[in-house]
């Protein structure tokens, strides 16, 4: 069998088994999950073997530092996405949610129901413990799962991967309900990409340029993690120690992620007095500032900032500083180069708080408080699959519930229309 | 300028008009959308007029029938497109709710709001009262909107399209968030397909070859409305007199629309009874009856049904009938050949009620009424968009609500992230 037609095989395979886990009760698939994370505890040797023939494998190729680092399992890390496992079957289960209901003059009752996508397909890079993660949250709502991760974690992909499906097994429900394309071969993905017959929705994850390949070549549906471009406006007349801790924070608590700030906005009337400051405090967390000419007046160590600085994400400890003349000019920046990610203002004034939350069309807008809470776990979602920032089906984090749909459910006795 | 680059400078200038529509009261834009019903009202001689050019050309091409009637213009349909639009303005403003909320142990406050997607594409076929429609419901929910209808109606649609902008400029609102696309050419659909820049979502309506092609192409996302192959199934004990008029109203309401039932089901056990008084009803009513083998026989003067009826929209006067042995042979037909659009069960049995609702996952799923209230209209939505049968962002009719995203908002007191 040629590669398109095994990966089919897997789709057709998950899509015949969603339709029982579709109405699978909570009990079961929290059963499922439990056994998950057993069998995860009880074959950990059995994971790290495997894991071991993927590092060294990785090592050999001269593979080093992050990389290695994130292809690389350990009893702990394990134990902590057994614990993820148990997590979310604690959650609430989406599946049969009433979101709203109402009745029509006729008496027809109408009500929308939450039900799973059916089957999503799940791409991304070399962090092994994804396989659990996205098959945990895709069986707790309901969906079967096509994974697909790197090719550098192929061996202990396959032996999670299977592991899961006997738990599923286990716990009564099919364990066709958890696919693992096993090839390396990108050709793998790009078949993925087309099976809209057999798969709801695709989550692409890693780089930019692989996002874009997947959300071009795709005619399933993709929700896509993009850049994030987020910014800090530190509004005139804002609590200067504020506005320094949340800047610290949010440039600092971890410079790799979407949700860290790229570039701080500062009121021309506060920077005097908040840049000098700020700008000290972030040097002395390693932090290079790269300013525009208004902020070099205040701050003369900054490097000249070039239009370029505004639209990079640095996604290290980087940040570009620019003096804007009002809240105006703030929300125009971030319009035009931000990535609708995340945006937040620091101020006294509740006029300029609602205009700024008003006006900024990012998917996680806030006041007073760091970037770093676009999260969902921080804004108590429970779990967390990606952060969207397409505006369709699901705008910035996203939990369980983006991983359903909901259905109009009709109740009458025996309604015409006329 | 080429026509890609006029599309494109359409597009651009529908981006930048609708930064102040998302944050336009609703006072602003209601008056907005009494302006327009005003505006058709006062311009009915002018769109008559170049409605009239449309005919002409439609007819000196030999178009005729269904084609030229919904061509047509008449001082009636103006009246009925402005009350329309009066209509979409006394519905409640989507944008601005706040659909949850919560509050973080760290006193961090989140809630989800509605807001504006920005752009809306709007590509439809030869009906130019679409032209109002769609752009009322789009300023409604704060969407700048870019309007491209057949080409057969393009005297019409620019004539109505213009003084829809005038009418929102008089309300005090940027002309420029209603664009016409007023090409001909087919090269101008396939230019706004790609502006995933300007343009947030696109929808299409058409017939399905025209939807599938812009689904393939488009790097927009895309809201599409596809077959609507719906299914009624009487199950056994059912009230004979209830199954036969949902049969009829389901069949013969209207036959041409996506709602209406294209394959009955009937139980083993009913089928003697029920069968011969619903094959003679609408066998009366017109409608030529397809059965297989047991339906034909208790009821020898259907045509023999190829497995290919099973599959097939007819949108005409013809129903395919097919006797199944229990309920999960009817959700077993449904699910293999059905759209995700409507089916109904009529049964006097809750548990047979409760299996079908929960089993079939299709969009709408009724019990004891016609497939025919599948419309946003008679759900209660107060308008429709379209119906959409993937299950991505929407699933099912569509209201106001569809043309919005919802985007986090958080307020703090200078939360960080630990």
Redo the contacts between chains.
């Keep these: 069998m040629d590669l398109t037609a095994r990966v089919e095989a897997k789709a057709r395979a998950a899509r015949e088994a969603a ?1 029982s886990l ?2 699978a009760s909570t009990r079961a698939k929290n059963d499922a999950l439990h056994q998950m994370a057993r069998g995860l505890e009880e074959k950990a040797a059995a994971i790290l073997d495997a894991n071991r023939l993927d590092l060294d494998r990785a090592k050999s190729a001269g593979l080093t530092g992050a990389f290695v680092d994130r292809l690389t399992l350990t009893d702990a890390r394990i134990e902590s996405t057994a614990e993820g496992l148990r997590q979310v079957a604690a959650l609430p289960d989406p599946v049969g949610e009433i979101v709203e209901g ?1 009745r ?1 003059p006729s008496g ?1 009752q ?1 009500s929308r129901v939450r ?4 089957v999503v397909g799940f791409i991304y890079e070399s962090r092994p413990n994804v396989t659990a993660d996205a098959a945990g949250l895709c069986i707790k709502s309901g969906n079967a799962v096509i994974l697909r991760g790197g090719s550098e974690a192929i061996e202990s992909n396959t032996t999670i991967a299977h592991l899961l499906a006997k738990a599923v097994e286990k716990a009564g429900l099919s364990p066709e309900v958890i696919q693992y394309v096993d090839s390396a071969d990108r050709g793998a993905v790009m078949a993925m990409l087309t099976l809209d017959r057999y798969i ?2 695709i989550i692409p994850r890693g780089g930019e340029e692989f996002v874009r390949l997947v ?2 070549r795709a ?1 399933v ?1 993709v ?1 896509k993690h993009d850049k994030g471009l987020c910014h800090v406006y530190v509004d005139e007349g804002a ?1 200067v120690d ?1 506005a320094l ?2 800047t610290l ?1 949010a440039k600092t ?1 971890r410079v790799s992620v979407c949700n860290a700030m790229e570039t701080l906005l500062v009121h021309a009337a506060i920077a005097p007095v908040f840049l000098p400051l700020a700008a000290t405090r972030l040097q002395e967390a390693g932090v290079e500032l790269r300013g525009d000419e208004r902020t070099r007046e205040v701050f003369g160590e900054a490097r000249p900032a070039t239009e370029a600085d505004w639209a990079e994400e640095y996604l290290a400890p980087i940040l570009a500083v620019r003096v804007v003349d009002d809240l105006d000019a703030a929300v125009a920046h971030i ?1 035009r180069f931000g990535t609708n990610h995340t945006d ?1 203002i620091v101020t006294e004034s509740l006029a300029s ?1 609602r205009e700024f ?3 900024v ?10 970037t ?3 999260d969902g776990y ?3 979602l429970g779990a967390e699959i990606g952060i969207s920032t ?4 699901a ?3 996203m939990g369980l519930e983006e991983l359903t ?13 006329e």
């Design positions: 339709s579709a109405v109402w029509r027809l109408i039900a799973p996508l059916g709801d929705l959300a071009e005619t549906p929700l609590d504020m801790a949340v924070n608590h319009r937040v708080a939350l008003r006006r069309n990012s998917s996680t807008v806030g006041v007073n408080c760091s770093a809470f676009s921080r804004l108590g397409s505006k369709l089906h705008f910035g984090p749909t909901r259905k109009f459910v009709l109740e009458g006795e025996g309604q015409l229309r």
